[in-house]
């Protein structure tokens, strides 16, 4: 079975940066969607930014500020986030689809505060 790993997350000052990264535990043979999703408590996983082939998305309050990026071959997903605002605090979770299935990383939390 393949498990997604993440990292990156911790404690920042508003205005500054992290990057996350999720790497899988084995290749995948293919893959479709790529994405970090961000969760809080009360409320929905939502899409913070996704990633085809050539295509990606952003939620508007992160765009300009968080760029997604993907190595297929090593079967991982980076988002790089700068300018980080209070707003960006929650449970960051790396999701990928494709021949392994749809799959969720455990979670890696992000606060931002001063």
């Known amino acids: 079975q393949v498990q997604l790993v993440e990292s990156g997350g911790g404690l920042v000052q508003p205005g500054g940066s992290l990057r996350l990264s999720c790497a899988a535990s084995?290749?995948?043979?293919?893959?479709?969607?790529m994405g970090w999703f961000r969760q809080v408590p009360g409320k929905q996983r939502e899409l913070v930014a996704g990633?085809?082939?050539?295509?990606?998305t952003y939620a508007d309050p992160v765009k300009g500020r968080f760029t997604i990026s993907r190595d297929g071959a090593k079967t991982m997903v980076s988002l790089q986030m700068n300018s980080l605002k209070t707003e960006d605090t929650g449970v960051y979770y790396c999701?990928?689809?494709?021949?392994?299935?749809?799959?969720w990383g455990q979670g890696t939390q992000v606060t931002v505060s001063s």
């Open positions: 990633i085809w082939s050539d295509t990606t």
């Open positions: 084995r290749r995948i043979q293919t893959i479709g969607f």
């Open positions: 999701n990928i689809e494709g021949s392994a299935g749809n799959l």
